[in-house]
Structure formats: structure tokens, C-alpha cells
């Protein structure tokens, strides 16, 4: 008997560690592609231009402004130099600050609302203009509260220096305290107004586009992120679609 119930002890504990061994390595259903924040690639838009991508959390962003004049389809983005017509389009459109070609390598083209809105997609394939929803999970996995992430104007804590590029180079001194920790590199590309054209705030301010609109019953508006040399948060705004912001695509 005392032989039998050893055999039967021994069968009995095989059987729990087979268990617990499949339970250990069945997969787990997730949208992650299991490769590890801080994993770099490129993309390429369809002018030709090619950025850099990081991983973040479970995201793939640009590190790096759109700077595309097309539309996915091929249709050309509008390119409106004059103050103007900036200023009244209800179509989209791009500029460059100042008008000088320099700035577009390090901040991208300024696009209005309507470019980041349109639904032939200024994204290279397989990528889209980053939602509000999309800059939200961004948001959490830097460290702002969720109960924060519908407020308007500044939230959390330094989140937004986590995503500024680090030392003087782009953003006015001192920017002590940006740290670029997770490779985002947000540059204060400034923007351009929807009230007179005028171009503001290069090197103190950076502006993103979201694809995102805002309806309050009788105008539409964009939601937007904004980066202050003087504020270590994350803005978020809606704001008129004439306005000129940087753009960040994400991967679908």
C-alpha cells in the first residue's frame, strides 16, 4: 500500500507541474508587439522624406515633424505663403516658418487644421496623424493622472519635459529640465497664427496637430498639444483650424 500511494503522490505532483508549466506559457492576446520602449525604426512619407520612429509603451511614434506636401492619394497639400488667405482657408494647407526653407529639416511644415483632419490622410501608409486619444495613452504611460487627461490647458506634473528634446540647441536656454527620456524629442517648432499670419514662438513653444475635432455647435475646432519653455506639462487645447501646427504620426 505504502508503495501504490507513493507512486500515486508522484503521479499527482508530475500532473501539477505540467499544469502550472502550460498555464505559465500560454500566450497572452495583446496589440503589443513585444518589442521593448526605446526600439528605434524609420518610415517613410510619399515625397520621399524619411523620419526616425521609437517605440513608447506600446506605441510607435515619429521622433520627428511631418514635413510631407501630400496627401496619401498624391493630391498636393496646399502651400499658402500669403497672410490672407492663410488666414480665411477652409482647406488644407502648410507653411514654413519665417518662409525659410532652413526650418523645415529641424521643425517640420506648419500644416492647419484641416491638412491634419483630412480623411486622404497626410500619414505616410500605415501610420495617421496621432489622435487625442492617442497623445491620451502617451500621456498615462508618462505619468499623467487619467482623472487629468480631459482637462484642458496644463496637466500632470513634468510629463512634458519627459518628451522635450534635452539641452539648449533647439529651446532656449536653460531647459534644465528636459530630459528627452524616452526619445519622443519634441522641438519648439512655434506656429502660425489664424488671427494675422504672423509666426510665433520658435525655440520657446512647440504645437501639435491632432486629427481629432471639436464640435461646439457652431464652429469646429481641432484638439491640440503644446509644449511651453516655461511649463514642464502638457497643454491641451482646441483651437481654430487656421492656426499652424507641427504634426506627429503614430502607427496604426
Not at 70 to 99: C, F, K, Q
Not at 234 to 242: A, G, M, P, T
Request: hydrophobic content about 30%.
Amino acid at each position: 500500500m505504502k508503495k501504490h500511494s507513493l507512486i500515486s503522490i508522484l503521479l499527482f505532483s508530475m500532473f501539477l507541474i505540467l499544469a502550472c508549466s502550460d498555464d505559465s506559457t500560454s500566450p497572452i492576446e495583446d496589440d503589443d508587439d513585444g518589442l521593448p520602449t526605446g526600439t528605434l525604426g524609420t518610415v517613410t512619407d510619399i515625397d520621399g522624406n524619411e523620419y526616425q520612429t521609437i517605440k513608447i509603451g506600446k506605441q510607435w511614434w515619429m521622433t520627428e515633424n511631418l514635413r510631407v506636401t501630400r496627401y496619401r492619394n498624391a493630391d498636393s497639400i496646399r502651400h499658402v505663403p500669403d497672410d490672407n488667405e492663410w488666414t480665411t482657408l477652409t482647406e488644407g494647407g502648410y507653411s514654413i516658418y519665417d518662409h525659410h526653407g532652413a526650418n523645415i529639416i529641424t521643425y517640420g511644415l506648419l500644416y492647419n487644421g484641416y491638412a491634419a483632419q483630412d480623411s486622404r490622410n497626410i500619414a505616410p501608409d500605415g501610420w495617421r496623424v496621432a489622435t487625442d486619444d492617442d497623445w491620451k495613452e502617451l500621456e498615462v504611460f508618462l505619468g499623467i493622472p487619467e482623472s487629468e487627461l480631459n482637462d484642458n490647458q496644463w496637466r500632470g506634473t513634468n510629463e512634458g519635459d519627459k518628451i522635450k528634446e534635452s539641452g539648449t540647441l533647439h529651446w532656449v536656454a536653460p531647459n534644465a529640465n528636459a530630459t528627452n527620456e524616452y526619445g519622443f524629442t519634441a522641438q519648439p517648432n512655434g506656429f502660425r497664427s489664424s488671427l494675422n499670419a504672423n509666426f510665433i514662438g520658435l525655440a520657446h513653444q512647440a504645437y501639435f496637430w491632432t486629427s481629432s475635432v471639436y464640435n461646439n455647435g457652431s464652429d469646429i475646432y481641432g484638439w491640440a498639444r503644446g509644449l511651453h519653455r516655461d511649463h514642464t506639462e502638457i497643454s491641451r487645447v482646441y483651437y481654430n483650424n487656421n492656426n499652424g501646427f507641427g504634426v506627429r504620426c503614430i502607427k496604426d
